[in-house]
């Protein structure tokens, strides 16, 4: 018998931690809280990916808001506990955090849209500036993957590479005095629906816009059961680097039990075309 990866069991503990507390049985009707249920297709899937995790669903009232941001805390964790495991592949220091307040200038903190403070700034000072910005500035993604600067003494560890004469504008020199960088940018979308597919777009486009340096990932994790949704947000390119459900394998089974040959084909062009994975991907596209 093959031994279990690390990443399996992570994977698998997530999933634990998300039907116990986030995915849970709507005590009218039976179905999980991420499918509509007048759409018999959706409860259809949601049901079989749920008796395929094999993972017990608790029963509880608990406001959307509430169970979106215990599904950010949950990718959060997974994030936290899978990058553990891969030192090698993510040299210096590294923090992953659910953004809390939805700070609209959250961003402005790290060292590529430090910029922005000034910008908005500016904006409050000048009414007809504000009125040509609007908000396209304002970005708040839900988790941060972010990269610490480094001293000289951990860059001259194998070799005297920095001193006084070179390198005096690298932003992860942190004798430059640059902030953090931000690594990585992730929303997470317990459901899709057209306005959320927007937004997610809309904030992509901002991040890429506005930054001063090296573009971070920006990625969507999601729970939504349909292809046909995840299509919406999925296919295309040039703003989200890629979108990862949370239980890409189950979904594929599911659509192939039922007979869902559109559904099955949909996600076929998705996963084929690279626009589409499976969260266990993630840590390791983001190393990249």
């Not at 040299?91 to 922005?116: F, M």
């Not at 700034?121 to 500035?137: I, Q, T, V």
């Not at 953090?180 to 992730?186: T, V």
């Not at 999601?222 to 295309?236: D, H």
């Amino acid at each position: 018998m093959n031994a279990r990866t690390e990443l399996l069991d992570i994977r698998t503990s997530t999933h634990s931690m998300l039907l116990k507390s986030v995915m849970v049985l709507s005590k009218n009707i039976g179905i999980t809280n991420n499918v509509e249920s007048r759409l018999t297709e959706s409860t259809d899937v949601a049901r079989n990916m749920t008796d395929l995790l094999k993972l017990q669903i608790a029963t509880k009232n608990l406001s959307e808001q509430k169970f979106c941001d215990m599904f950010e805390d949950s990718c959060a964790q997974f994030l936290k506990q899978t990058l553990s495991q891969l030192g090698k592949l993510y040299p210096g220091t590294w923090d992953v955090h659910q953004v809390s307040g939805r700070n609209r200038l959250k961003i402005a903190e790290y060292e590529q849209y430090a910029h922005l403070i000034a910008l908005d700034r500016a904006a409050k000072n000048d009414a007809e500036l504000a009125a040509a910005l609007g908000s396209d500035y304002t970005i708040t993604p839900d988790i941060v993957v972010v990269r610490e600067t480094e001293d000289d003494d951990t860059i001259n560890k194998s070799a005297l590479l920095v001193d006084e004469t070179v390198a005096r504008l690298s932003s992860l020199r942190r004798k430059n005095g640059g902030r953090s960088l931000l690594h990585a940018s992730i929303s997470c979308k317990w459901t899709i629906r057209s306005d959320r597919a927007q937004n997610a777009r809309s904030e992509a486009l901002n991040l890429i816009r506005n930054r001063k340096g090296r573009l971070p990932h920006i990625v969507v994790v999601t729970a939504e059961p349909m292809p046909s949704r995840l299509a919406a947000i999925a296919l295309g390119t040039g703003d989200i680097d890629c979108v990862y459900h949370f239980a890409l394998y189950e979904l594929q089974e599911t659509v192939t039990n039922l007979g869902m040959a559109d559904a099955a084909e949909m996600l076929n062009i998705m996963v084929n075309g690279k626009r589409l994975k499976d969260i266990s991907d993630l840590p390791l596209d983001l190393a990249v």
